[in-house]
Structures are given as structure tokens and as C-alpha cells.
């Protein structure tokens, strides 16, 4: 079974530092791989995808991700955080093909805390 | 504007009563899912339907029940066999289920007294 697993479940940084996000998934074969924002009290919205090609790929409000096959990952990263950044962010994979093609695997959450 | 709306925000029933949650969306989607987020645990699939009169169990489906009698629409049942049923609900859809990301409602906060 796929898992997804994001290594700390809470980040506090100040303002105007930069900030990874690490995930990390079990599956080997070929996948979807998705960051997710939550606001409190809210739905999700997505910052970026990495279904194929590049394996840096650029996001809304100025975040990154890089798709590490060898190592399963796909860390999320901002050179510099605002206090605006403050909210929950999940990493999501799914299977491009096999029998769980139609569902997303989550990560359990990472809280990051932008501190003045 | 497109999107999708969940209804109602903030919901309160009482143990052992029946409740439903409402979702729509006008993004012509084909495929819709519920999730249940509970604190520290991510979210976890109850059903979902990739095409109208078709439905699938999720991870966690029990005491839970949908349909699935329109695009627009994909209703979920609390039922009273839902043994903790208190948690935030989010419906989703994605235009596909190869690849597409999925969009998310606002979320319904479901509190069982």
C-alpha cells in the first residue's frame, strides 16, 4: 500500500527565513505527487504537482519542489517565508497506474509557524 | 465563479441521528470524494465516484453512505453507525482521475453531542 510520510509535523521559522518541508513516499514505480496549503478552517488549495518532466517544479506564492526518484522524495522549499505562509501543508501521491489510480494518498500534515 | 460548495460550515446533531452533508460543484467535473481530517491525521478517503451512479469505498466507508445521482452533486450520509463521527469533511472533485489535481470545498465541521 502507498504511504506518504512528512517528517515533521510542525515547523516554526521566523520571517524572511527559508523553509524545507520534507516528504518522503514508499512507492518505487511511477507517481503523481501534489503539495497541498490549508488555512485554518478551510479547504485545501493546491501550490504544485509533478506529474512528468522537470524534476524542479514551481508553485504559487513563491514555493518549490523537487522530485528526487532515488530517494522518494519531494521536498517542498521557499528561499524566504512571510507570516502569511502560516498554515498546513500536505503532500499527496498517487499512482500513475495500478489499482489505486483514482485516489490520493496523504501525508498526515506539517504545520509551519511564521514567526516575526 | 466555478468552484465547490459545501453546506453547511458548521453542523450539530445529536448521537444516533442520521445526517446529511451537502456537496456541489459547477466545474463539470467527473469525479467526486469525500474525506474525513481529523487533528494530526491527514485526510483519509470515505467514497468516491468517477462517473454519476457510480460510487466506490474509500479507506474508511464505514458508517458512512453517498450517491452519486447527478455530476453536480455527491451528497454524504452520517449514519448512526458512524462510531466517532465528529470531524471536518471536505469534498473534492477533479476533472479526471488520471493525473488531474483534485479541488477542494470550503469543508463542513460536524460536531456530535
Known amino acids: 500500500a502507498q504511504s506518504v510520510t512528512q517528517l515533521d509535523s510542525q515547523v516554526p521559522v521566523f520571517e524572511e527565513a527559508p523553509v524545507e518541508l520534507r516528504c518522503n513516499y514508499s512507492?518505487?514505480?511511477?507517481?503523481?505527487l501534489f503539495w497541498y496549503v490549508q488555512y485554518p478552517n478551510q479547504g485545501l488549495q493546491l501550490l504544485l504537482k509533478?506529474?512528468?518532466?522537470?524534476?524542479l517544479v514551481k508553485g504559487i506564492n513563491g514555493f518549490e519542489a523537487e522530485f528526487n526518484k532515488s530517494q522518494t522524495s519531494f521536498h517542498l522549499r521557499k528561499p524566504s517565508v512571510h507570516i502569511s505562509d502560516t498554515a498546513e501543508y500536505f503532500c499527496?501521491?498517487?499512482?500513475?497506474?495500478?489499482?489505486?489510480?483514482?485516489?490520493?494518498?496523504f501525508g498526515k500534515g506539517t504545520l509551519l509557524t511564521v514567526n516575526p | 465563479d466555478g468552484g465547490i460548495t459545501q453546506s453547511p460550515k458548521y453542523l450539530f446533531r445529536k448521537e444516533g441521528q442520521n445526517v446529511t452533508l451537502s456537496c456541489e460543484q459547477n466545474?463539470?467535473?467527473?469525479?467526486m470524494y469525500w474525506y474525513r481530517q481529523d487533528p494530526g491525521q491527514g485526510l483519509r478517503l470515505i467514497y468516491y465516484?468517477?462517473?454519476?451512479?457510480?460510487?466506490q469505498k474509500g479507506d474508511i466507508a464505514e458508517g458512512y453512505s453517498v450517491s452519486r445521482e447527478k455530476k453536480e452533486s455527491f451528497p454524504l450520509t452520517v449514519t448512526s453507525a458512524q462510531k466517532n463521527p465528529t470531524a471536518f469533511y471536505l469534498c473534492?472533485?477533479?476533472?479526471?482521475?488520471?493525473?488531474?489535481?483534485?479541488?477542494f470545498g470550503p469543508g463542513t465541521r460536524l460536531t456530535v453531542l
Open positions: 499527496a501521491v498517487r499512482y500513475r497506474s495500478g489499482g489505486s489510480n483514482y485516489k490520493l494518498t
Open positions: 466545474l463539470n467535473h467527473d469525479a
Open positions: 512507492s518505487s514505480v511511477s507517481v503523481y
Open positions: 509533478y506529474l512528468s518532466g522537470s524534476t
Open positions: 465516484s468517477q462517473i454519476v451512479n457510480d460510487f
Open positions: 473534492a472533485s477533479s476533472l479526471g482521475t488520471g493525473g488531474y489535481e483534485q479541488f
